[in-house]
């Protein structure tokens, strides 16, 4: 039972930190389409706005495995 309360700050801190994680991602995601749409070229915008299109849990798929192999 002693252990019950840095049980629970360990699980708080685990779930910020993956919170943290999502939202810095959207947040640079939102910054790169801002860029992207001041694109002048249709097709370089077109291709810098698909570039931004990968979700969050797609991109955890991607690079979890990456860095295990480190």
């Known amino acids: ?3 019950a309360p840095a049980r629970v ?3 708080a801190c ?3 930190a993956a919170c943290t994680s999502r939202q810095l991602y ?3 995601q939102g910054w790169q389409r801002n860029e992207c749409n001041r694109l002048v070229d249709l097709q370089d915008r077109k291709r810098c706005l698909e570039s931004t299109a990968t979700s969050y849990d797609d991109y955890k798929r991607q690079t979890d ?6």
């Open 1 to 3: 039972m002693g252990n």
């Open 9 to 11: 700050i360990l699980v």
């Open 14 to 16: 685990c779930l910020l």
């Open 26 to 28: 959207d947040s640079a």
């Open 65 to 70: 495995p990456a860095r295990a192999t480190r």
